[in-house]
């Protein structure tokens, strides 16, 4: 007996590692791994301890890029994302605000677009439920965001207001905005005309994500937009002893200004790197998507668009981009690119391409989030570049959005959206995310859209979004495990391999055993964070 364990689990355990893929049982103790093996040769080496059993036992789930803290305060007041319909969405909105007769502004998110067609929400709608008040709602993709006329008023948005150059107001046929804000205008409305959230109410909120994403086996995560009010919410949390997921936090470049930012971003480093909080990275939004027509695109998007933006937004040009990836990159920081568009995505790539001419190779794991749609010649640059693919794939079918919007705007380049599968083929690191509150950000629900590329609830004869770009399960389970902790340079983690950190996830049944159109059917009975019990148990 080479050492006591604290902890046996016990089941079918997929390690996720390339010398022994299944084992039986896992030893724990304290917050490593300390045996993996049989059922018999882990009791030999470690003895008795207590004991957990399941079906089956993988590495702890990492989301590669999602919203935690935005999602928990959706879900901590008006949260739309399980409805999918307008009369829902507004008895919803309808009911928070008489529980809630004092709050000063309404918010929360989780409108689903094609629901309301290609012009989006109206203010009147709200107004009818909330005069008094404003009212600010992001949609699901965070892209765009619904406002009542009070809102507007507060704002000194008219008729006359011209829309920024970053984004676009709705407008009825008199010029006056409907309320639907799009792009630049949704995060200019958030940022500058509403009162920011205290940190002790981010605190909560990230509290509330964090219950929420233990239960589905996440120990870890990549929070894609971080402002200094919430990196002070999540050092605060982890000072306190609060944060038993391991974060690294994406510090957010500001489009409208330069290099200057970085010394900024450097301080917001110093003060907050540390524990289980990696501030590292810094995220850069390159353009918007698709589906609204602002997606970045070599070539113009089908239909009128207007003159200026046929071809949607960059939001940071070729060379203003090359300049601060390559000051980011040479000071030390990890870059994490928004990129829908082909275009954008060939300028991220551009981007690090010369950061490497300029500073030469190091291991800041630069990764580019979404792929929705880049030209195919660009894929195959992202592994000599060392650039992680970091993509979600509970969008890669034919669901309303891509039929509905999305379609209708790419034509026929609607056939090579989100090809996973190329990446795959190229030998480049594939991470995977949700994007929550954009999507779920239940792993079980992505990894078998990942595998069918078909809409989950339409069964196994549903349209197909490209056979070729699927992926089997041990490719997704390694993009959520192992890839993502690659991208959150979490190498102490992502396999079941002893000296790791002990970050488990134990399930009422093996997905790899049944049909793939079950594998969203996976639940998770117990979530081992650090070699403690966080959910379940």
């Keep these: ?227 200094p009010d919430l990196l002070k919410a999540y050092r605060e949390l982890d000072d306190l002893h609060e944060l038993s997921m391991h974060v690294v936090t994406a510090l957010w470049w500001d489009r409208h200004r330069g290099p200057e930012q970085v010394d900024e971003l450097v301080e917001q480093y110093n003060w907050a790197n540390g524990g289980r909080v990696n501030a590292r990275t810094v995220k850069i939004m390159l353009d918007g998507c698709p589906e609204s027509a602002t997606g970045s695109m070599l070539e113009p998007y089908e239909g009128h668009f207007g003159e200026e933006h046929d071809r949607g937004l960059q939001f940071v040009d070729e060379g203003a981009l090359a300049e601060a990836v390559v000051r980011l990159d040479e000071v030390g920081f990890q870059i994490h690119q928004h990129a829908l568009g082909d275009r954008s995505f060939r300028s991220a790539l551009d981007a690090v391409e010369a950061a490497r001419a300029a500073n030469g190779w190091n291991d800041h794991r630069h990764h580019i989030a979404h792929l929705q749609l880049p030209d195919p010649a660009d894929i195959p640059r992202l592994r000599p570049l060392g650039v992680v693919a970091n993509m979600q794939p509970v969008w890669a079918c034919p669901d309303p959005a891509t039929e509905t919007l999305t379609r209708p705007r790419v034509g026929d380049r609607a056939d090579r959206l989100y090809p996973i599968g190329d990446v795959v083929r190229t030998g480049a690191v594939l991470a995977m995310g949700s994007d929550w509150p954009v999507t779920t950000p239940n792993v079980f629900e992505e990894m078998q859209v990942a595998v069918t590329r078909q809409v989950i609830a339409h069964g196994p004869n549903a349209p197909v979004l490209d056979a070729t770009q699927r992926i089997t399960m041990a490719e997704a389970l390694a993009a959520f495990t192992r890839g993502s902790a690659y991208v959150n340079h979490d190498d102490d983690a992502g396999s079941i391999v002893e000296g790791k950190r002990a970050d488990l996830a134990i399930l009422e049944s093996n997905p790899f055993a049944g049909s793939v159109y079950e594998i969203a059917q996976t639940n998770v009975t117990a979530t081992l964070a650090s070699g403690h019990v966080v959910h379940g148990g």
Excluded at 65 to 78: D, K, L, W
Excluded at 91 to 100: C, F, S
Excluded at 116 to 130: E, K, N, S, Y
Aim: one cysteine or more.
């Design 1 to 227: 007996m080479s050492e006591r364990a604290d902890l046996i689990v016990l089941g079918d355990v997929y390690t996720v590692d390339a010398v022994r893929s299944w084992a039986k049982a896992v030893a724990i103790r304290g917050d490593r791994i300390v045996a993996v093996g049989t059922e018999a040769e882990v009791r030999e080496r470690v003895g008795t301890a207590e004991v957990i059993s399941g079906a089956c036992v993988v590495p702890g789930f990492q989301d590669a890029h999602i919203h935690a803290a935005f999602a928990g305060r959706i879900r901590r007041h008006v949260n739309l994302d399980d409805l999918h319909d307008v009369e829902d969405y507004l008895e919803r909105i309808r009911g928070h605000v008489q529980a809630h007769p004092d709050e000063p502004w309404v918010v929360g998110g989780g409108w689903y677009a094609p629901v309301f067609g290609a012009d989006g929400p109206h203010r009147r709608q709200l107004d009818a439920i909330v005069p008094d008040r404003p009212v600010y709602l992001m949609n699901t993709d965070t892209h765009a965001a619904w406002v009542n006329s009070r809102a507007l008023e507060l704002a000194g948005i008219t008729a006359a207001t011209p829309d920024p150059w970053d984004g676009y107001y709705v407008r009825d046929p008199d010029g006056m905005p409907t309320g639907c804000l799009q792009e630049g205008t949704a995060y200019s409305f958030w940022s500058d005309r509403m009162p920011p959230d205290p940190v002790e109410d981010w605190m909560e909120s990230i509290r509330v994500a964090q219950r929420h994403l233990h239960a589905l086996g996440i120990t870890a995560w990549q929070d894609a937009w971080v402002r």
